[in-house]
């Protein structure tokens, strides 16, 4: 029995130490009864800050009153429960100074009336109940009827209430009967303890806590609470915050909450919240925003139901599958209608439960769910001794191994805590009261087999356990009417309420005595007996752990077989078999069942302590040991290790007389033996073997056959007849009691010196096994000669070679030392391991005294073994070293041993011997050549992870100098163009390589962007050297005046010179859901929100649109003038709805509305609309862009504008094509040349060519054809006829029909338009006209255009093209196999199609110059989706076009303009999202591989280097910086990068420096938490050193425009693709440059090698190499070098003048004919854009050879035609007679040539009847213009092929041409119209085929085979079997 009431306190305003001003005042404590302590209950004097959380202070108003329950924890951990009974007293104050003085001194935040005399005030006095019991509903009515009494004088006197409630109430304990009870006011009340003691009461707080968190956060808190995290609950009822407290507690049994718990936390106490430690804190909702910047604090608000997490804190969950069934347990408790719900005949909806019920049954699911996590837990208990008191340790190594939760943080957080400690010693136990807990452990295995079979079971199994922790609650089912008093309604309002009164202590006393005598002689209370305790049941066992690899029955019996004939080889000395055995061993051995069996039969072969073997026996056991130790992880959850210690002391060898080695000397290599967890959980486990031999009558087990602990061993651990070691404990405790003293005596006596016995035992062997082999070779070697000390043959192991530790500086350590550290460690192990099993002090000081002795008897042994082991032949297989990293870039699996083999590029260095590491940034092979003769030189060959395009395994590969030949290999190949081939060690198991290529898998593509290396977060590196805070006073003043300014809220002008000016709204970044809800093209405009505004605020969303104008797209279109009239940058698309692919804002016309921005949209891909993206600074000529429109064709908007406007157009589509001709013709008006501006001939295409009307024969061929393309341009659009000044066509070259023509066929050059050409595209009498606004478009679709815009349909290398390209360039410059013929290399790149391609930007980008620049136009690029190659065009252009691109910073723009800001498919098109596709497609490359053939053409045009252009090149791809990861700034902005960057541009402006160290720059340390943008890192190295700068820049302001040279042989094939260095890698991580030039020690004098060394920086240049000689003079002298930038600026440059006079006639008539050439190629574009639209060509003659029988004229010169030197050719139609050299140029057509109809339709209408017939008629002409590239044939033949799709099989003349890797097929063998083609590009195999259905006849059955491809296969049948073998290897010879 218990007191129900410790104290009874009375707790007032603290008038005497009031604060003024209405600050935070004190309670203090009135009275207290009793006024002495209780014995066992101190008082705590802290109360006074419980009562009142929220501060006491006076108030002028009245409340109701309060009650609210504080608990206090003392130092014992025992909770004291604190019910406060709040209400207010009337006083009145007398102010000490007038109210005009004190008035300053008020706090705002506490209206409070002004006093001027005598005000009335109301103070907060409290009744408290301190209590340890928790009943709050019956601390709540006794304070209630104290109240009621005082307040409605009912004469009752306080002071009786008082004793009876402190004195006169006991409790029993829990189990006890019902207390009925009175405290004197006749009320009558009713107490029911529980059932069991350890079971929590919670009546509904875990109903509310659902109920106002949810499902999701309330697991989510409970997962928190459960591993030890801070969580603090806010809410503004105390009653919540209690009841969730409570509640949260109860979810947690059998586990007890050990660490801070305050439910209500004072205001006055905020500062616990800092506390290292974990907590359950509750506090009002009016310290939230002071408790908002804890970063460690888990917060959840109660009366919003939200849940904040700090992006720090980790929560561990538990396993999936037994989170998921938490979660749906919960969902069927809280939902039943979810079990009915997709029913089609519904039932009636199930009762639903009251909330008393609800309560206990989602407690239910609670303990279910620890039930099943903690399933066998009792198994693992571990006894250390049995008397005095029981002892035991949990085996956490073992449970975690046998339940398969090794990977399960939750599980790992749970075991480590407090509360599981708290658990083992609390239930631990074998003999003691059992309660609920233990009976659902016993019980759950059935119930989870039942509902395995009937799911339905498992929410009755929830309410049968919610029934039974009901009835604990309640297990007094009798009613009984309580009678409590409570004051009516508005008592607490009266107006003249005495004050309390003040309660007589001495009364109280005498009835306490009075109750207390009358109590003592109750003999009911006297008779309770407690629950008696009982033998607690094991349960079942643990269970679920699943073995890695699990392979079948049969299999891994096999499996176990070879490893039992390996093991018996080895022992019958049957060395040949063993060895050959050995690699399936090795293999074996990862599942934990076959490591298991290895120490069985190692141990069944133990015939003594000691056994001596061979030395070729003592080699293979080591090595097996050594593989098994390898797969056990540092935690030896299988206990193999455990197992394996008694073995390794007994296996040995004789290596001389008196010198024996024994196994634990070579196995030492491995990170368990370190573990100091893992030998506690050894040494206890075989204490426990000892403790219970101790106490069996006939101990059946074998004390030196070891017993691995495997799963079935270890659930049983010992033979089903004998007893556990828990039931013997069990035993034991029961008869403690009734033995006699001396036998307690003895049997503690035996249990302490059994501990003794084994400490000294382990402390042996830990000595064997942590003191290193290696180590004390050193030592016996004290002369530290330098000779080579390879491994001995013991250790030709998977451990040594895989070994972490080699390379880790531990062998450095002098041997002392070690010897020191060993001590240390097992000293500590002693102290440990003794104390918690109880050895006496004297034995301990013993121990501690032994273990010097040991170590260095020991290292005198190792001495001997060292120096003999010497003399063993070394094992010839290097160490591995670890590569150089760089910054958060960390190895993600063990590296796999390896061979670099030799791929297609020479190199001398391969094959070269190391290992292949996978990290989380790059694939690295790190070695050095196996030839010893090559070279000592270290070769390391690396790419990104991201840039991966296929990876695939390689067989049969012979390695030179070693003389074998390894089966396995991998050949990865990357988007850097870099191939890493390389044949793996006979060591590596396939099932290592397995799992090193899913984990490369799953590093590739990540499943969010996140996780790239480029975001994810990146370890704190230490520190290199500790720099002062400060270096000058003025770099002091300077950061002190910033941070001041910061601090007030100022921001900078937006001036050169920064200064502060008042600060505005509060800043807020586009990209937040608030704003980006708020933002909408209806309400707000950005010309409104004027960023120079005099006011003093502005309103957040201008701050918003603030930051996104100074983004650096936004500025550049501001500088270019687009944010001006007639231009303005719309906001339409603020929260990316307009376009997902668009910035934010967008430079469009001034005129175009919002609205019709969103109809023009709806007429493009994708919403592509047109945008204005650059503007030419002389000619006002608009560069703009978009995608192809998706609806009407460029042709037919050119015709519709001729037509009549009455025609009638309804819906969407109508009123947006009619926004889209406006937007057109919009574009048309903002260009000056469609006003009539630029007439001045100098600003025209034509202006070059006005000479060349008139011209004669005899001039140049091209005068004479840019004459005709004059013509072309002076047509009326391309719509006139044939008439008879007209001319002809000529030859179009091949006219053959390819409908299915090869890739590089639609990208090969086109033959020249030649005079008759271009000049049969004009009519007599034509007129000029030049368009305003060129579309260049796709041929057939394209946008809407208006009067003034003219259609260029254009040909452009699309993506799919771009993708067959690069393949091809990367197996050409990256071969995976030697040549046969060096000299195919250019060939190849030419068969590419890569510089075609590159050819097809420069004509277009060029075309765009010319009419942008020359003829003053505006061009619209309309292609394809408009983010790939629309991309490539207009940045090209813009960079020929202005200087300012060609800079560092105007170059980062361009790719954030036109690349970042305006869509670019990075994603998709590197191959970096979370599902891959189906290739890569290098649009980007191809783009900077332009820019770096401008730069060849125009070496002094940029600032920057080729080198620059590789970095970004190989960056893009390889996911190191964040700026190339995603799509679109939509995409960007969802991660917060956009935020981000608004953020940082923002502390740019206000100049302050962050202190960013090397570390930052570099990508490492703790940099931002959303990566480094590639661009900010340029930026930063290149301020330290001139790597990118271009040192022969020289712009050319005088002729600012680069035209250059399109011609293919003008190209070169750029290095990037064909260079490598092989010394450190791929040279674009200056990180891995600079550690490895620090590494190197460079000698005098060094031979470079290219190829493997970078010669560029061997043998800088001399400005690089002046600029570096000046820097070491001024660090000689002292001074503080400066940047090499500042020094470049100084230099003065010398006189140039006289060099320009003499080179200005060259110049400008090279620059003369370069833009003559350049204006050729942009008509040439024109004019094929027009033959897509024009009508067919007139009929060309059909010229024969004839001899003239008579002197004649040519109809062409009217020369003489005649003799054999004046011979001609007559056109055998019409009879038109000329020159051989004059029939190309002939001009009149055909008079009698008739075209055949067409088969299948009527005569072709006349031309000017149909549109739709010019246009089609032309396209049919524009297609079949191709090259005549000749056709090769490798073999060709009749093929049966059968149809895609329930089709039968046709025979078809098949043609296989290795040249354009293509299969052809025709329908006949005659024909040369293709009817279709296979690339052998996408081939993946050609295999023989089993026969197909409905076969041809007269076939063979093996005259079938099939061809895959990765879209589909193709089924063929040859004639006969060898045809079709012959097919097969022709077919396979071209895929090789």
């Not at 698309?1133 to 109809?1159: H, K, M, Q």
């Not at 550690?1635 to 560029?1656: F, H, L, W």
């Amino acid at each position: 029995m218990s007191r129900l009431v410790d104290y009874f306190v009375i707790v007032g305003f603290d008038h005497e130490k009031e604060i003024p001003g209405g600050g935070l005042n004190s309670g203090v404590v009135l009275q207290r009864f009793p006024e002495t302590n209780w014995d066992d209950v101190p008082f705590h004097d802290g109360i006074g800050w419980f009562c009142q959380p929220q501060g006491w202070a006076l108030s002028t108003e009245r409340t109701e009153p309060r009650f609210y329950v504080s608990v206090l924890t003392d130092v014992d951990a025992n909770r004291h429960y604190c019910a406060c009974l709040c209400f207010n007293e009337t006083v009145a104050i007398t102010p000490t100074k007038p109210a005009d003085e004190d008035e300053e001194s008020l706090d705002s935040s506490r209206p409070v009336a002004n006093i001027t005399h005598h005000s009335i005030m109301y103070a907060p006095k409290c009744l408290v109940i301190v209590s340890r019991q928790d009943y709050i509903d019956t601390f709540r009515n006794c304070l209630g009827i104290i109240y009621t009494v005082w307040v409605e004088n009912l004469g009752v006197p306080l002071e009786t209430l008082v004793g009876n409630l402190v004195g006169g109430v006991l409790v029993p304990e829990p189990g006890g009967p019902q207390v009925r009870f009175s405290i004197g006011a006749g009320d009558r009340q009713a107490l029911q303890p529980p059932a069991a003691p350890p079971m929590p009461v919670t009546h509904t707080s875990v109903y509310m806590l659902l109920r106002l968190l949810g499902i999701h956060n309330a697991v989510t808190l409970w997962c928190a609470v459960m591993s030890e995290h801070k969580v603090l609950l806010v809410s503004l009822a105390a009653a919540r915050l209690a009841g969730v407290c409570r509640a949260l507690a109860a979810l947690m049994f059998p586990f007890r909450y050990a660490h801070v718990y305050i439910p209500l936390l004072p205001a006055g106490l905020a500062e616990v919240l800092a506390t290292p430690t974990p907590f359950l804190i509750g506090v009002h909702s009016n310290l939230k925003e002071d408790v908002s910047e804890l970063l460690d604090v888990i917060v959840a608000d109660l009366d919003v139901g939200s849940l904040h997490i700090p992006a720090g804190v980790n929560i561990p969950r538990p396993e999936g599958k037994l989170l998921s069934s938490l979660q749906n347990a919960l969902a069927l408790v809280l939902q039943p209608e979810l079990r009915s719900a997709d029913s089609a005949f519904a039932p009636p909806p199930p009762s639903a439960s009251p909330p008393h019920m609800l309560d206990k049954e989602i407690r239910a699911v609670f303990m279910r769910t620890l039930a099943k996590l903690l399933q066998g837990y009792r198994h693992c208990l571990t006894l250390v001794r049995i008397h005095p008191a029981p002892v035991l340790t949990f085996h956490k190594l073992g449970f975690v191994g046998a339940r398969g939760l090794a990977q399960c943080e939750f599980t790992a957080r749970l075991l480590d805590s407090m509360f599981f400690s708290g658990l083992v010693a609390e239930r631990g136990p074998p003999w003691r009261p059992v309660d609920l807990f233990d009976d659902l452990l016993q019980n759950l295995p059935e119930q989870l087999r039942l509902e395995s079979l009937n799911p339905e079971l498992e929410l009755q199994h929830i309410q049968d356990l919610a029934m039974q922790l009901h009835l604990n609650e309640n297990p007094n089912p009798q009613p009984f009417q309580q009678r409590i008093l409570r004051p009516p309604e508005g008592a607490s309002s009266r107006i003249h309420q005495p004050p309390l009164p003040a309660i007589d202590a001495r009364k109280v006393r005498d009835v306490m005595d009075e109750v207390s005598a009358r109590s003592a002689n109750n003999p009911k209370l006297t008779a309770l007996r407690p629950p008696q305790p009982r033998i607690v049941s094991l349960s079942a066992p643990p269970t679920g752990a699943v073995e890695h690899n699990q392979l079948p029955p049969t299999n891994s019996a096999r499996r176990l077989e070879v490893l039992s004939a390996c093991v018996a080889a080895i022992f019958e000395c049957r060395y040949a078999d063993g060895r050959k055995s050995v690699a399936g061993v090795v293999r074996a051995l990862r599942a934990p069942a076959a490591r298991a069996a290895l120490v069985r039969d190692l141990a069944a072969r133990l015939p003594t302590n000691k056994h001596l073997l061979h030395h070729h026996q003592f080699e293979l056991v080591v090595r097996l040991m050594n593989c098994a130790l390898q797969s056990t992880t540092a935690i030896d959850e299988h206990s193999i290790a455990a197992a394996m210690l008694p073995l390794a002391t007994a296996y040995c060898r004789k290596l001389c007389t008196g010198v024996i080695q024994y196994a634990y000397m070579c196995i030492q290599e491995h990170p368990v033996w370190t573990s100091q967890q893992f030998w506690e959980a050894a040494f206890y486990q075989d204490v426990q073997k000892d403790i219970k031999a101790l106490y069996l009558p006939s101990p059946t087990h074998h004390p030196r056959v070891p017993t691995p602990r495997d799963d079935e061993d270890y659930i049983s651990l010992l033979k089903a007849q004998e007893p556990s070691a828990l039931e013997i404990a069990a035993e034991q405790m029961r008869l403690w009691p009734s033995l006699s003293p001396e036998k307690q005596k003895e049997l503690i006596a035996s249990e302490e010196s059994t501990l003794y016995s084994q400490a000294i035992h382990y402390a042996n062997r830990m000595v064997y096994l942590l003191l290193p082999l290696e180590g004390a070779g050193r030592r016996a070697d004290v002369r530290g000669d330098d000779v080579d000390r390879a491994s001995n043959s013991i250790t030709n192991s998977v451990a040594e070679s895989d070994s972490v530790d080699a390379e880790s500086g531990f062998e450095e350590a002098d041997p002392g030392e070690a010897g020191n550290n060993v001590i240390k460690m097992v000293s500590r192990f002693v102290d440990k391991v003794c104390t918690e099993g109880g050895v006496t002090a004297e034995h301990v000081r013993c121990l501690h005294q032994m273990i010097p002795g040991v170590v260095h008897m020991h290292l005198e042994t190792l001495d001997a073994v060292a120096r003999e082991s010497r003399r063993l032949p070394p094992v010839q297989k290097p160490r591995i070293v670890s590569p150089v990293l760089v910054g958060g870039e960390a190895v993600s699996g063990p590296a796999l041993r390896a061979y670099l083999v030799c791929d297609g590029r020479p190199s001398s260095l391969l094959p070269a011997e190391g290992a292949l590491f996978l990290t989380n940034y790059r694939l690295i092979f790190k070695g050095t050549p196996t030839d010893p003769f090559a070279c000592e030189q270290t070769v390391v060959r690396s790419f990104p992870l991201c840039s991966l395009t296929r990876e695939k395994a390689i067989r049969t590969h012979y390695i030179p100098h070693l003389e074998q030949s390894l089966q396995d290999g991998l050949q990865l190949r990357s988007a850097t163009f870099q191939l890493i081939k390389v044949a793996l060690d006979e060591e590596v198991s396939s099932e290592l390589t397995e799992s090193f290529r899913k984990q490369l898998a799953r590093l590739r593509h990540p499943e969010h962007p996140l996780l790239h290396f480029a975001l994810t977060p990146r370890p704190v590196p230490p520190p290199a050297h500790h720099q002062a805070k400060h270096n000058t006073l003025k770099g002091f003043a300077k950061k002190t005046l910033l941070k001041t300014a910061r601090k007030a809220g100022l921001k900078p002008k937006p001036s050169k010179r920064q200064k502060y000016v008042l600060p505005s709204a509060d800043a807020r970044s586009l990209t937040s859901p608030p704003l980006m809800s708020s933002l909408s093209a209806d309400t707000l405009s950005l010309e409104e929100l004027d960023l120079g505004s005099s006011e003093p605020t502005e309103a957040p969303a201008a701050r918003t649109l603030e930051r996104v104008r100074e983004r650096i797209y936004a500025k550049d279109w501001a500088r270019l003038g687009l944010a001006s009239p007639p231009f303005r940058l719309a906001h339409a698309n603020a929260v990316y709805t307009l376009c997902r692919s668009y910035p934010a804002v967008i430079p469009v016309p001034e005129s175009i509305g919002d609205e019709s921005l969103r109809r023009v949209a709806r007429c493009y891909r994708q919403g592509r609309l047109p945008l204005v993206t650059w503007r030419h600074p002389r000619t006002h000529a608009l560069l703009a862009r978009s995608s192809a429109s998706h609806h009407k064709g460029v042709m037919g908007m050119l015709k519709a504008t001729h037509q009549t406007q009455g025609t009638t157009q309804s819906g969407t589509e109508t009123t947006s094509s009619l926004e889209q001709e406006r937007y057109i013709a919009t574009l048309v008006a903002c260009t000056p040349a469609s006003r009539g501006d630029l007439e001045d001939s100098s600003l025209s295409l034509d202006s070059l060519l006005l000479c060349c009307d008139e011209q004669q024969p005899t001039h140049t061929p091209l005068l004479t054809k840019a004459a005709g393309t004059l013509s072309v341009l002076r047509n009326s659009g391309g719509k006139g006829g044939g008439t008879s000044g007209g001319r002809a066509f000529g030859r179009w070259g091949s006219l053959k029909d390819r409908r299915q023509p090869s890739h590089l066929e639609l990208y090969a050059p086109r033959q020249r338009l030649s005079t008759a050409d271009l000049d049969s595209m004009s009519a007599e009498g034509g007129v000029t006209r030049r368009a305003a606004l060129y579309v260049v478009g796709e041929k057939g679709a394209g946008a809407g255009c208006a009067a003034g815009a003219e259609a260029v349909p254009a040909d452009y290398p699309e993506t799919r093209h771009t993708r067959h390209a690069f393949k091809k360039l990367m197996r050409c410059a990256v071969p995976s196999a030697p040549a046969l013929d060096p000299t195919t290399f250019l060939r190849q790149v030419e068969e590419s199609g890569w510089l075609w391609q590159l050819r097809q930007l420069f004509q277009l980008s060029g075309a765009v110059v010319d009419l942008l620049d020359v003829q003053g136009s505006s061009v619209l690029l309309s292609l394809e989706d408009g983010w790939d190659v629309t991309a490539q065009i207009s940045s090209l252009a813009q960079i020929c076009l202005e200087p300012y691109y060609r800079t560092l910073e105007g170059f980062r723009i361009i790719v954030e303009k036109e690349w970042l800001a305006l869509g670019h498919k990075f994603q998709q098109r590197c191959n970096i999202g979370a599902t891959p596709q189906q290739g890569f497609t290098p649009t980007f490359l191809m783009f900077l591989d332009a820019v770096h053939q401008l730069q060849k053409q125009f070496p002094l045009a940029f600032e920057f280097n080729e080198y620059y252009l590789r970095f970004v090149a190989y960056h893009s791809v390889s996911c190191r910086f964040r700026t190339f990861l995603l799509d679109s700034e939509a995409q960007r902005a969802e991660l917060g990068i956009t935020a981000a960057d608004d953020k940082r541009a923002d502390t740019n402006r206000l100049g302050v420096e962050t202190g960013a160290g090397v570390e930052e720059e570099a990508g490492g340390g703790r940099g931002p938490p959303l990566g480094h943008s590639l661009f900010d890192y340029i930026d930063k190295q290149h301020q330290k050193s001139p790597v990118f700068y271009n040192f022969l820049y020289t712009p050319d302001l005088d002729n600012p425009v680069l035209r250059p040279v399109s011609s293919i042989c003008a190209f070169e094939v750029w290095g990037y693709y064909t260079s490598e260095e092989l010394s450190h890698g791929a040279p674009y991580d200056l990180e891995v440059l600079s550690s490895c030039e620090q590494d190197v020690k460079q000698p005098q004098r060094r031979v470079v090698t290219a190829g493997y060394d970078s010669i560029s920086r061997c043998m800088p240049d001399s400005f690089t190499g002046l600029l570096e000689r000046i820097r070491q003079l001024e660090l000689e002298l002292g001074h503080l070098p400066q940047k090499w930038k500042v020094r470049w600026d100084q230099l003065e440059l010398p006189n140039t003048v006289e060099l320009q006079r003499a080179g200005s006639v060259c110049g400008s008539a090279a620059r003369a004919a370069a833009a003559c050439a350049h204006r050729r190629d942009t008509l040439e574009v024109l004019v094929r854009g027009r033959l897509a639209a024009a009508p067919p060509p007139d009929p060309a003659h059909r010229f024969l050879p004839a001899a003239a029988a008579a002197p004649a004229r040519c109809d062409h010169c009217h020369h003489l035609l005649w003799g054999p030197l004046k011979t001609g050719v007559r056109c055998v139609d019409c009879g038109a007679a000329c020159h051989e050299r004059c029939a190309e140029t002939f001009a009149p057509p055909c008079t009698k040539y008739k075209a055949p109809a067409p088969p299948d339709r009527d005569l072709r209408p006349a031309l000017h009847d149909s549109v739709g017939t010019l246009q089609s008629s032309s396209q049919q002409y524009y297609e079949q213009f191709s090259s005549n590239v000749a056709e090769n044939r490798t073999h060709e033949g009749h093929l049966y092929k059968r149809g895609a799709l329930l089709k039968g099989w046709k025979q078809r003349w098949f043609v296989l041409d290795s040249i354009k890797h293509q299969l052809r097929y025709y329908d006949a063998m005659e024909d040369s119209h293709c009817k279709g083609f296979i690339d052998l590009a996408e081939v993946i195999a050609v295999t023989q085929a089993t026969p197909a259905p409905g076969p041809p006849k007269k076939c063979d059955d093996r005259s079938f085979f099939d061809l895959r491809t990765s879209r589909r296969t193709y089924n063929f049948c040859a004639s006969d079997a060898n045809a079709a073998q012959e097919w097969i290897e022709k077919l396979q010879a071209c895929l090789q």
